[in-house]
């Protein structure tokens, strides 16, 4: 049944639509004067959509009642729902101990503000063993401010969108220099004071480590409160961001606001999820306008096939919408899909392709009598993609290149770096490897060149020369790894492609 909050934001929308007409049929009729526009302050004139007297900012053109929480028991219940399948079903993660755990307020918040970094577009079960060397390394924040930015990279490797290992070395810093070793306290002075941390990041640190009262909305909940209010508009529009941050801090639990924060991010990861949702396992079903909807559509189409079977059907149940689907900013503005159900929320813009991308790696080998044999590295750009990172000399193609000039670009580019002239012959091409990045497809096409004087060195500035052993523990990025570690060369080309390959199934082996 309707509450009788959705029975008056219906008539409201008839009224609008009703007095809105005449307004406007009024309006046209007028002579048009040049009039200088003024201020009309909220209280003191009816509104022009509803004709009520508002007493603030005026929601009623953008969104409905049907999209919020009106009832103060509804929260209250959702609140206790909620936490009491959390306390029995969460995860247990090593932030979440520390949170629980550690008395001490800078090293909380700094423990919780590094889970918070590294889980920004990473799995929980990425990050738990990157969390934990982490912690056990940089214990508190002076310990990682102290660290060098080449550390910092070494141990991020691996995590993906490496900015973000460097921005928490910066922050870690700017807290010893100039906050006096101290952490912001609050989600405002966090989020103006530390590089790399935006809205959600400060309220999830603020709510977790310093009981600020205050919702968490990324990813996960962004899904679970779209669904509990049949939010359909696009998730990323700012009409919608801002109904979801209004629904979060109005949800949020004022006792326990960081088991709140954390007990959503539960829901949207284990049962809210995006393509499998298990609906008949959530604490807040009942709350839930998706699956009210769902279970509504369902019945009505299936009492509309005993109709047309010839059996008496029973009354159709009303389908509860909004009842402002014209003007509400929050409503689809795509049609229901059946097949759908739940999953016809959250909508979200089509992502654009990533962008396709070539590029030329040379693997230069320098072989020594004694010991290991040594791999060139040069560091990329401070700045850009996977910045201060090492890998094997690289040149981004620009088109399509015959292997020919292949070789003589990477010859040309390998004689620079080392300072002496090689021949395009002692170049090799050993295969290709892709690696996926968010907005690139990148295809590594691998050459490899073996040096036979073991003292060759480098005339250019962030090179290095190292043995696979310490190869495999530089700061190299994922996907200059899998052209590490790629059993290349089916084909052998040359004598030096098969010494190439053991070295590569070696470091294969060493990761295992």
Known sequence: KNTRYETMSRLCSAMVKGRRAGLEMAENAK????????????????????????????????????????????????????????????????????????TDVNIRTYAVWVSEIMLQQTQVTTVKDYYNKWMKRWPTVHDLAAATLEEVNQMWAGLGYYSRGKRLHEGAQKVVSELKGQMPQTAD?????????????????????????????????????????????????PAVTEALWDLANTLVDPE??????????????????????????????????????VNAKQEQNSKKLLGKMGKKPLIVPDIEDCGNTETCSLCPSEPWDDELGVLNFPRKPAKKPPRQERTLSCVVIRRQE?????????????????????????????GENSETKQKKLLCAEISRILG???????????????????????????????????????????????????????????????????PWCVVQRSPHTAQIKQTILALEAEKK
């Open 370 to 398: 004694e010991g290991e044999d040594e791999y060139l590295l040069t560091q990329r750009p401070d700045k850009g993609l996977l910045a201060g990172l090492w890998e094997f000399p690289s040149l981004l193609l620009d």
């Open 31 to 102: 002579p048009k004067r040049n009039r200088t526009k003024t201020a009309v302050k909220h209280g003191t004139v009816p509104c022009k959509l509803c004709f009520w007297i508002c007493t603030g900012p005026h929601k009623c053109s953008s969104s409905s009642t049907y999209h919020s929480f009106l009832d103060a028991a509804d929260v209250v219940l959702l609140r206790s729902q909620l936490l009491g399948w959390y306390d029995k079903e969460k995860r247990e993660l090593p932030w979440r101990t520390t949170a629980m755990t550690e």
């Open 189 to 237: 002075s966090l989020l103006k004071q530390l590089p790399g941390v935006g809205r959600y990041t400060a309220a999830a640190i603020g709510s977790i480590a310093l009981g600020q009262v205050t919702g968490a909305v990324d990813g996960n909940v962004i899904r679970v409160l779209c669904r509990l209010r049949a939010i359909g508009a696009d998730s990323t529009s």
């Open 420 to 486: 002496t002239r090689l021949t395009e012959s002692l170049f090799q091409s050993v295969g290709e490897v892709v690696h996926i990045f968010t907005h690139i497809h990148q295809t590594y096409i691998v050459y490899s060149v073996c040096l036979k004087d073991g003292k060759t060195q480098t005339k250019t500035d962030n090179t290095q020369w190292l043995s696979r052993s310490a190869l495999h523990e530089a700061a190299v990025s994922t996907g200059m790894k899998k052209v590490c570690v790629k």
């Open 256 to 293: 326990r606001p960081g088991d709140f924060n954390q007990a959503m991010m539960e829901l949207g990861a284990r049962i809210c999820t995006p393509k499998a949702p298990l609906c008949s396992q959530c604490p807040v079903q009942t709350h839930c306008r998706s699956y009210r909807k």
